[in-house]
């Protein structure tokens, strides 16, 4: 929960500043690295957890489960394609 709220702070903050620059501004990058910061932040933890809970599960079911939660976790999965907005 902590995580989806830095996220959507994150996108907040960066959709502002974008919307009230009129060029790439150091604000903007600022804005832009630490929107990208928070998004792998998230995708680290998201994988620790898809791992940790893989690890609890024998060989076949924790193969199946990774190769159906991973896309997901990486924005790549079949819903997700074509899409860069994952919020």
């Known amino acids: 929960e902590e995580m989806c709220a830095n996220i959507a702070a994150s996108h907040r903050k960066l959709e502002e500043v974008a919307r009230n620059s009129r060029g790439m ?3 903007l990058e600022q804005a832009t690295r630490e929107h990208a910061r928070v998004h792998a932040e998230c995708q680290q933890k998201m994988l620790q957890h898809l791992y940790q809970t893989a690890a609890l599960l024998d060989d076949k079911q924790a193969a199946s489960f990774l190769e ?11 819903a ?8």
């Open 68 to 78: 159906s939660t991973i896309p997901h976790a990486l924005g790549s999965g079949s």
């Open 25 to 27: 501004t150091p604000e």
């Open 80 to 87: 997700d394609k074509g899409s860069h907005d994952h919020h």
